[in-house]
């Protein structure tokens, strides 16, 4: 019977964290959208909603402390639900990063871009079916997917070596290309540093699901 | 008697994260010295060493499962004890922080800095005493102290726009600057987002000392 309850909450507090990866994989598209469209009104609305996301952190946490403190799970339940309280904050800073974007979107404001961006919404797409298979593989404890999102995190690592060297190329070219330059490589990099959290979590489903800790990056 | 046992397993598990503090902070010392002197071999070190910190935080976090598992302790209890696997989180990252200014140490390699570096080491000198003023506070659970942390925040920042207006303005003088001025421009990235995580700690500290969930950054 406690058992049973216990069961039911740890699944209503997996719901909870798949919830909170929806909403920030929306995060990561509408920023990414903010930047290419320099659309400011959405990079604002993006900035916004981050407040949500670190609230949801702080309620599933919450959530994790009362389970544990009313349930009293044995040792592997606990590093469940430790994984989960690791697995949160990975998913609140893929969400801070997506501020991070934004406040470059409103930085460049209405000033053209210095060049078509085409690798940054490579990047951003890449990213986004990392944490769909990230999602997928929390909700199935399937630790195969997880370890084939590490693999993409190298695609993300050369499209990001790629954005720096082009930029770096434009700016040596023309020195009025700085500015906005050296905005764009930021967005690479904290695009490169999502794929890295999202990563992290791919490594604890895998300690979740295996009892391995593994490093996939 | 079980109480006893608590507050003693407790004390042990402080002391383990004080003593992962003080580790990193002689990274943080390290890497910058390993970036301001051309030391390749220090930067070298500095990467290997945070391999023992990665080691030093799974292992911390496998006794705070234990010490739950074993003591079965309240709600205010439990509270304490996820707040420090929290916080040996963002201990970990800083010291991912000081791997990636000494990866940048390695690709300047011999090459003569571009100018006297300055800002930089100031940076590190208040992060440094953030950083002792953090283990203070974690140790004393003083968290006026953990507020000042969260005002020096401002400084740090405030530097970072300065090196960036500077190099960026050198990079505008002369092209030559470019490859050597980003990677220093990243450093500074680097080490403002250190003092980010620090102050993460702070609001840690403040949440298990007062109950409330600040941001004080």
Redesign the interface.
């Known amino acids: 019977m406690v058992r049973e309850g216990f069961e039911s909450s740890l699944k209503s507090l997996k719901e909870e964290v798949v919830n909170m990866m929806e909403k920030v994989s929306k995060l990561i598209q509408d920023s990414v959208d903010s930047l290419v469209n320099r659309d400011i009104k959405l990079a604002r609305e993006v900035i916004k909603k981050d407040d949500e996301i670190d609230k949801l952190m ?1 309620d599933i ?1 919450e959530k ?3 389970l ?2 009313l349930q ?1 799970p ?2 592997k339940d ?2 469940i639900i ?1 994984s989960i ?2 697995i949160i ?1 990975d998913i609140e800073r893929v969400g801070d990063f997506c501020v991070n974007i934004c406040k470059e979107t409103i930085k460049i404001g209405h000033e053209e871009h210095i060049k078509p961006l085409i690798d940054i919404p490579k990047m951003r797409d890449i990213i986004l079916e990392m944490f769909a298979n990230t999602k997928e593989s929390f909700i199935n404890e399937n630790y195969k997917l997880a370890y084939r999102v590490g693999e993409d995190d190298e695609i993300i690592d050369n499209l990001y070596k790629d954005i ?1 060297t082009e930029i ?1 190329m434009m ?2 070219e023309d ?1 009025k290309f ?2 906005q330059g ?1 905005k764009l ?2 967005v690479g ?1 904290y695009l490169e540093r999502m794929a890295d959290h999202i990563t992290n979590i791919c490594e604890r489903i895998i300690y979740i699901s295996q009892g391995d ?1 593994v490093s996939i990056n």
């Open positions: 702080n946490e994790t402390i009362e544990i403190a009293q044995m040792a606990l590093r430790f309280s690791k904050t720096y770096l700016i040596h020195s700085i500015s050296t490589l930021f990099r800790r």
